[in-house]
């Protein structure tokens, strides 16, 4: 069936340094994709999302690039920070409404 | 902070008993959601609630019943659960509700409710 995937399980980037985090994506229709970051014990955060009309979009020390040719989604972080720290997920949302995540991406900061 | 709060943040239960998970949102959003997530894995969908109506249920054992009372209030019954579903279940919300076609814009997720079935 259709799924969201991640290239890399974890992520080990140094302080300061930026952070670039992959995800392919099969659905062909999907429309809209979010990035959401969960840290231990809480629930998803939203951090930036993306209609398929564009192919890039940034927010605060965040950029999303979405290439619809290869499939293919990304979050940029900036500057990354020890608050970095997180499970990354990407996800695709289809025109029901239902929201599917992708596997998810270990993201370590180390001093 | 989140807008969308889960009551209890914990509770562990036996395979008999009868509890709930209660989900509040107070943003005026149309859709709400249950997903259950297992560690290291991420959110599964259980249920979509769209104008307090059950729109999506994937498949999910009758052991979980869910009921939305109005339109900010969405539960979870459990009834004889099994020790694998043991999990993180998380509640969420968004502003536009389905059917299919209408933009529901992102998910705002709660804190989750952290269950152990013994």
């Known amino acids: 069936g259709e799924s969201v995937g991640l290239h890399l399980p974890t992520l080990s980037v140094q302080e300061g340094d930026n952070s670039i985090i992959n995800c392919a994506y099969s659905?062909?229709?999907?429309?809209?994709f979010i990035w959401y970051k969960q840290e231990s014990g809480k629930g998803p955060q939203f951090i930036i999302d993306?209609?398929?009309?564009?192919d890039k979009r940034q927010g605060q020390r965040v950029t999303v690039l979405l290439n619809k040719t290869v499939k293919h989604l990304s979050l940029q972080i900036a500057a990354t920070q020890p608050g970095d720290s997180a499970v990354y997920f990407c996800?695709?949302?289809?025109?029901?409404?239902?929201?599917?995540f992708g596997a998810g991406t270990q993201v370590v900061v180390t001093p | 902070d989140t807008e969308v709060t889960q009551t209890p943040k914990h509770l562990v239960m036996g395979m008999t008993n009868k509890k709930s998970l209660k989900c509040e949102q107070h943003?005026?959003?149309?859709?709400m959601y249950w997903y259950k997530q297992k560690a290291k894995k991420p959110p599964e969908l259980m249920f979509v609630?769209?104008?307090?109506?059950?729109?999506i249920n994937e498949s999910v054992p009758s052991r979980f019943s869910p009921e939305c009372p109005n339109s900010s209030l969405l539960n979870l019954h459990l009834h004889a659960l099994q020790p694998e579903d043991s999990a993180l279940y998380l509640c969420?919300?968004?502003?536009?509700?389905?059917?299919?076609?209408?933009?529901?814009?992102?998910?705002?997720f709660g804190e989750g409710s952290r269950l152990t079935v013994l």
């Open positions: 969420a919300s968004s502003q536009g509700g389905l059917p299919k076609g209408l933009n529901t814009g992102e998910l705002f």
């Open positions: 659905n062909s229709a999907s429309d809209y």
């Open positions: 993306i209609r398929s009309n564009m």
């Open positions: 996800a695709e949302k289809n025109s029901w409404g239902k929201l599917q």
């Open positions: 943003m005026g959003h149309r859709a």
């Open positions: 609630y769209s104008y307090e109506k059950l729109s």
